[in-house]
T-cell receptor, first 117, second 113 residues
Framework: GAVVSQHPSWVICKSGTSVKIECRSL??????MFWYRQFPKQSLMLMAT?????????EQGVEKDKFLINHASLTLSTLTVTSAHPEDSSFYIC?????????????FGPGTRLTVT | AQSVTQPDIHITVSEGASLELRCNYS??????LFWYVQSPGQGLQLLLK??????LVQGIKGFEAEFKRSQSSFNLRKPSVHWSDAAEYFC???????????FGKGTRLHILP
């Protein structure tokens, strides 16, 4: 149980275009989802906390107009990278908290590799 | 502010040897502690967690970790490593103030045949 999926697993897009990444909790409901960014050989950096039905809370230094987060249901959160540029190329990982279980454990998706050319 | 320190960026051990990965945290109260493993290009897999109770925690894949409050440490151990254990290991802490996970910088484990 407690499986989180991400789609797509990898994506290549041209500079200036937008790309949407989906994060789904497959067998549980998640009131809170988190979006992380990971650069090569580095740790995960929290970008934003996504709460179902409300606006996301962004970490300091993360452009909310560039990284649009929508958490429309208890099983789906999306991250849209708008007007992508090569410096947005990274590994994006989402996680979700199971509202029925421990409130402190997060279940991680497999990640999405974004390459902007 | 809360923080997690993994002092070793890289560790190399021979297959079959024992392993200890170090983790220290900074937090006033008892935090919730985790160890995750990440293979290249993959997401994170939870190895084990400590919330309360017995300070020696057993996890998956033969890993264990011991919470030592006096040392603010939560070191990960395995008595005999396998080549498949080569990966990046992250120690993490959650404080109940905002439920965010704070990750250490990670330790890359290399296994010699």
């Amino acid at each position: 149980g407690a499986v989180v999926s991400q789609h797509p697993s990898w994506v290549i897009c041209k500079s200036g275009t937008s790309v949407k990444i989906e994060c789904r909790s497959l067998d549980f409901q998640a009131t809170t989802m988190f979006w992380y960014r990971q650069f090569p050989k580095q740790s995960l950096m929290l970008m934003a906390t996504s709460n179902e039905g409300s606006k996301a809370t962004y970490e300091q230094g993360v452009e909310k107009d560039k990284f649009l987060i929508n958490h429309a249901s208890l099983t789906l959160s999306t991250l849209t990278v708008t007007s992508a540029h090569p410096e947005d190329s990274s590994f994006y990982i989402c996680s979700a908290r199971d509202m029925q279980r421990s409130s402190y454990e997060q279940y991680f998706g497999p990640g999405t590799r974004l390459t902007v050319t | 502010a809360q923080s997690v320190t993994q002092p070793d960026i890289h560790i190399t051990v021979s297959e079959g040897a024992s392993l200890e990965l170090r983790c220290n945290y900074s937090y006033g109260a008892t935090p919730y502690l985790f160890w995750y493993v990440q293979s290249p290009g993959q997401g994170l897999q939870l190895l084990l967690k400590y919330f309360s109770g017995d300070t020696l925690v057993q996890g998956i894949k033969g890993f264990e970790a011991e919470f030592k409050r006096s040392q603010s440490s939560f070191n990960l151990r395995k008595p005999s490593v396998h080549w498949s254990d080569a990966a990046e290991y992250f120690c993490a802490v959650v404080t109940n103030r905002d439920d965010k996970i704070i990750f250490g910088k990670g330790t890359r484990l290399h296994i010699l045949p």
